[in-house]
């Protein structure tokens, strides 16, 4: 059946703006027989506005470029050694809703990061997920015509500096982690089997094909 089929594509290290595009073209053309697809990347340097932001959350940008996304969600940064993660699904022939995507999002994380050891949860108040007080994940999504786009940013290995630069998703002095600061995994690599077994089996996919190519959009 196609709501068990997936597509997962590893695009590697690409921009921001380019890929935003590709999703948007991906959800305006696809149809009902069109399989699911995750993608998951890495983005160059970025603060991404949610459709939410406010000007007041961007606090010394620099040399960092700023782009207004069309996601759920307030300011963050994505950069190298960060894992991103694409949902382009069909909710409606998943059966799923916008909440219980949310939710099982944040379980593929929680579960991704105890396999490693660590101890993480969601909050009711501020999507994404935490260790302790701080943020290892962030969330934002956007539905159009039954499906969603955008997904999850988690920080493996990166630089969190540019953090400092704004208020992540709003949020004044909200402080950032990373799995390889906590014990967990040190690139995405070592991530990816682990992520790959959590996203197909928290969303019900056992016809899953990957491709890792890095030029296929």
């Given at each position: ?14 921009p921001?703006?380019p ?25 160059e ?24 996304s069309?996601?759920g969600?307030?300011?963050?940064y994505?950069?190298?050694g ?40 969601a ?7 935490y ?41 004044e ?45």
């Open positions: 059946m196609q709501q068990n089929r997936l597509i997962i594509r590893q695009l590697g290290l690409r921001y703006e890929t935003w595009k590709d999703m948007h073209a991906f959800t305006d053309e696809r149809n009902a027989d069109t399989t699911d697809e995750i993608w998951l990347v890495e983005h340097p970025v603060f991404t506005q949610g459709q939410a932001g406010k000007a007041e959350h961007l606090l010394a940008t620099g040399d960092i470029p700023v782009v207004q069309d996601r969600g307030q300011v963050t994505h950069g190298p960060q894992q991103v993660a694409y949902f382009l699904i069909d909710l409606k022939r998943k059966k799923l809703g916008v909440r219980e995507l949310v939710t099982s999002i944040e379980n593929i994380v929680i579960d991704t990061l105890a396999h490693y050891g660590i101890e993480s949860r909050r009711p108040d501020a999507p994404g997920v260790v302790g007080n701080d943020k290892i994940c962030s969330l934002g999504l956007r539905i159009r015509r039954g499906c969603s786009f955008h997904g999850l940013a988690l920080n493996v290995n990166m630089d969190l500096s540019p953090f400092l630069r704004i208020n992540p998703c709003g949020y002095g909200m402080a950032m982690t990373q799995t390889v600061d906590l014990g967990g995994p040190a690139s995405l690599a070592e991530l990816y089997p682990v992520l790959v077994e959590k996203l197909t089996s928290h969303l019900g996919y056992d016809q899953v094909e990957s491709l890792t190519e890095s030029n296929q959009l």
